[in-house]
């Protein structure tokens, strides 16, 4: 079965720097995009960066301060984040991307892992 697992979340000052992990099983890691989302208390989910075999993308608000990378060796996809600020406080979810030419493909996430900013 698909699992992913996310750890390296915590609590930093603001300034600071943190490593999100996301261990993946129960699928052929490479063949898919990973990104990572966040979800701030009070708010709605929201993209933070996405990784795919041919390209990396970011939200606007990353202003060069993140990092996506993954290990296909180790079936593990990383969020590199520096710079922190308080408001980026949030659960950080890993998510498995649908392949739109898949039909009915289900939709994955981790559990998500805890990051609070704060001094």
């Known amino acids: 079965q698909v699992q992913l697992v996310e750890s390296g979340g915590g609590l930093v000052q603001p300034g600071g720097s943190l490593r999100l992990s996301c261990s993946a099983s129960g699928f052929t890691f490479s063949t898919y995009a990973m990104s990572w989302y966040r979800q701030p208390p009070g708010k709605e989910r929201e993209l933070v960066a996405r990784?795919?075999?041919?390209?990396?993308t970011y939200a606007g608000f990353v202003k060069g301060r993140f990092t996506i990378s993954r290990d296909i060796a180790k079936n593990t996809v990383y969020l590199q984040m520096n710079s922190l600020e308080p408001d980026e406080t949030a659960v950080y979810y890993c998510?498995?991307?649908?392949?739109?030419?898949?039909?009915?493909?289900?939709?994955?996430w981790g559990q998500g892992t805890q990051v609070t900013v704060s001094s």
């Open positions: 998510h498995r991307e649908r392949r739109s030419w898949v039909a009915a493909e289900n939709d994955y």
């Open positions: 990784i795919s075999s041919d390209s990396v």
